[in-house]
C-alpha cells in the first residue's frame, strides 16, 4: 500500500502538460474489438483504469503491442469471447462498454454489472434501452447481463437522462448495426466526439457527435487505424484549480482550450486570470483569496461534475460563502468529511453544499473516497498548513498520470510512500 505525503504552503510555478483523456481512452480502447484490422493508440494516459481495459481486451485473446509508454496496437482478430466476469468488471465503470462492443462484434455479450466510484445508484436502464431498441434481448441472468441479438438494426432513441455511457454503448453497438440510428438527447462530452471521430477513421459513419442528436449509419467493416487520443479535459481543469489555489501561475500545456470554455469560465469568475493559446493555457491568482461563487455542475457543455469536488475544494478558501449544486449525481460530497477534518467549513445537504470559505486549511491524515475527491485532497494538501498524509491513493491513479512528478515539478513538496499493509500488521500479530 502506498499512501502520498504533501508539505503544503508551495506555490505552483511552471509548466505542465496533460495526458491523453481518461474517459476517451476508456471508450476508444474497448471500441477496437469492432475492427477487422491493428489499431494503433497514441497519447494514451498512463493510469491504471487504463491498463486495466487493455489487460480486458487482452484477456479476451486481443494481442497487445506497447510501443512505448502512450501508444499501443492492438490486433483484436483474436478475440474469441463475450463474456466478462466480476473480476474483471467490478473495478470500473468503463467495462460496460464491452456490452455494446460485444454485441456489435458478436451480437451477443455477457458481462456482469460494472464497478466503478460509488457516487450513489450507477444505473444502466439507458444504455439497455437502446441495446433493446436495436433489436437485443437483454436480460439480467445469475448477476450477469446477457444481451442477444440476431440482427442489431438502427432505431430511433431518446434518452431519458442525457448519460455518456449510454450514449458510448450505443453507438458502439450501432455502428455495425443495419440502417440509421438516431440517438436524441445524447451527451456532448469531448469524449463521446473522440470516440466518433476513431470509429469513423475506421470506416464508420456517425455524424452529429458533439450535439443532441448523433446519426449512425450502420457499415458492414471497419478497418485498422491510427489515432491520437484527447487530452485530458478534467486532469487540465485539475491543474488549473491547483494553480489558482496556490496563488501560482502554471502553463498547462498539451490541450483544447474550447474543451475548458466552463472551467476557465468559472475560475474567471473566482478572480484566476487566463491566457489562452492555441494548445496551452497560462493561469494564475494575483489575488489573497479566490472569490466565492455560485456553481451548478451539469452535463457538457455545464460545468462538469468530474471537476466538482476540485472547485469546491478551491471555494473553502475564499473570501466570502459559495454554494455548490451537484447536477448530475445523488451522492457527490461523501469527501466533504475530509476536507472539514483540514478545517474547511462546509454544510451539504443532498446535492447542494454552503461552503464559507476560511484563511487557512490545516493539515490532517484524510484518505480518498473516489477519484475526483482524491485530486480535491491533493488540492488542499497543496494549501494546507504543515504535512498531510493521504490514504487510499489507488483512486488517484485510476485517472492522474504521474501526478507526483508533475507536481514536483511545479514547486510542490510532495512524495509517495510505501505503508504497511494494515491487514498483514494483523496477522502478524
Ligand atoms: N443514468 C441513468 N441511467 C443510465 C445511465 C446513467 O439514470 O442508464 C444517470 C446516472 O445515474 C447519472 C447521470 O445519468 O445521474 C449521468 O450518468 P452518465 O451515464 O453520464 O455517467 P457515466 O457514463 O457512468 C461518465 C464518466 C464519469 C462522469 C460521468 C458524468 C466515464 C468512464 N465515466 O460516467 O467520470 O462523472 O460520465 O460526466 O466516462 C470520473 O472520471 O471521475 C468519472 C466518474
Known amino acids: 500500500m502506498e499512501k502520498i505525503i504533501i508539505n503544503g504552503g508551495h506555490r505552483l510555478c511552471g509548466e505542465v502538460t496533460i495526458s491523453g483523456a481518461k474517459n476517451a481512452a476508456v471508450a476508444i480502447i474497448p471500441a477496437v474489438m469492432l475492427s477487422d484490422g491493428i489499431c494503433r493508440i497514441e497519447n494514451i494516459p498512463c493510469i491504471s483504469d487504463v491498463s486495466a481495459i487493455i489487460r480486458i481486451l487482452y484477456d479476451l485473446g486481443a494481442n497487445i503491442k506497447v510501443i512505448d509508454k502512450s501508444t499501443v496496437e492492438i490486433d483484436p482478430a483474436h478475440i474469441n469471447s463475450f463474456v466478462l466476469s466480476s473480476s474483471m468488471t467490478s473495478g470500473m465503470r468503463a467495462s460496460s462498454y464491452f456490452i455494446g462492443a460485444m454485441l456489435g462484434r458478436f451480437k451477443k455479450a455477457r458481462v456482469a454489472p460494472p464497478g466503478g466510484c460509488d457516487f450513489g445508484v450507477r444505473p444502466i436502464d439507458q444504455h439497455i434501452k437502446g441495446f433493446e431498441a436495436l433489436g437485443a434481448k437483454v436480460i439480467i441472468d445469475n448477476g450477469m447481463v446477457d444481451a442477444r441479438a440476431e440482427t442489431l438494426t438502427g432505431s430511433s432513441i431518446y434518452l431519458d437522462k442525457v448519460s455518456v455511457g449510454a450514449t458510448v454503448n450505443i453507438m458502439l453497438a450501432a455502428v455495425k448495426a443495419v440502417g440509421l440510428t438516431i440517438i436524441e438527447n445524447a451527451a456532448k462530452e469531448p469524449h463521446i466526439v473522440d470516440l466518433a471521430n476513431f470509429l469513423n477513421s475506421m470506416g464508420a459513419n456517425i455524424m452529429g457527435a458533439g450535439t443532441d442528436v448523433i446519426k449512425i449509419r450502420g457499415v458492414k467493416t471497419l478497418h485498422g487505424t491510427t489515432y491520437s487520443i484527447i487530452p485530458d479535459q478534467i486532469e487540465a481543469g485539475t491543474y488549473m484549480v491547483a494553480a489558482v489555489a496556490t496563488r501560482g501561475s502554471v502553463l498547462i500545456k498539451n490541450i483544447i482550450p474550447k474543451h475548458l470554455e ?40 455545464g460545468f462538469p461534475t468530474d471537476m466538482q469536488p476540485q472547485i469546491t475544494t478551491l471555494l473553502a478558501i475564499a473570501d466570502g460563502v459559495s454554494t455548490v449544486t451537484e447536477g ?16 474547511a467549513k462546509m454544510k451539504v445537504d443532498g446535492r447542494f453544499a454552503v461552503i464559507t470559505g476560511v484563511d487557512k486549511l490545516s493539515s490532517a491524515p484524510v484518505h480518498a473516497t473516489d477519484l475526483r475527491a482524491g485530486a480535491a485532497l491533493v488540492i488542499a494538501a497543496l494549501v494546507a498548513n504543515g504535512t498531510t498524509e493521504i490514504d487510499n491513493i489507488e483512486y488517484i491513479d485510476r485517472g492522474y498520470e504521474n501526478i507526483v512528478e508533475k507536481l514536483n515539478a511545479l514547486g510542490a513538496d510532495i512524495k509517495r510512500v510505501r505503508t504497511a499493509d494494515p491487514n498483514l500488521r494483523k496477522t502478524a500479530l
Request: glycine share 4%; aromatic share 8%.
Open 328 to 343: 448530475v449525481w445523488d451522492n457527490r460530497f461523501r469527501y466533504v468529511d475530509q476536507l472539514t477534518l483540514m478545517g
Open 262 to 301: 466552463s472551467i476557465s469560465a468559472k475560475l474567471t469568475e473566482i478572480g484566476a486570470e487566463i491566457e489562452e493559446y492555441d494548445d496551452s493555457i497560462l493561469i494564475s491568482l494575483n489575488l489573497k483569496h479566490p472569490r466565492p461563487c455560485s456553481l451548478l455542475t451539469m452535463p457538457h457543455p
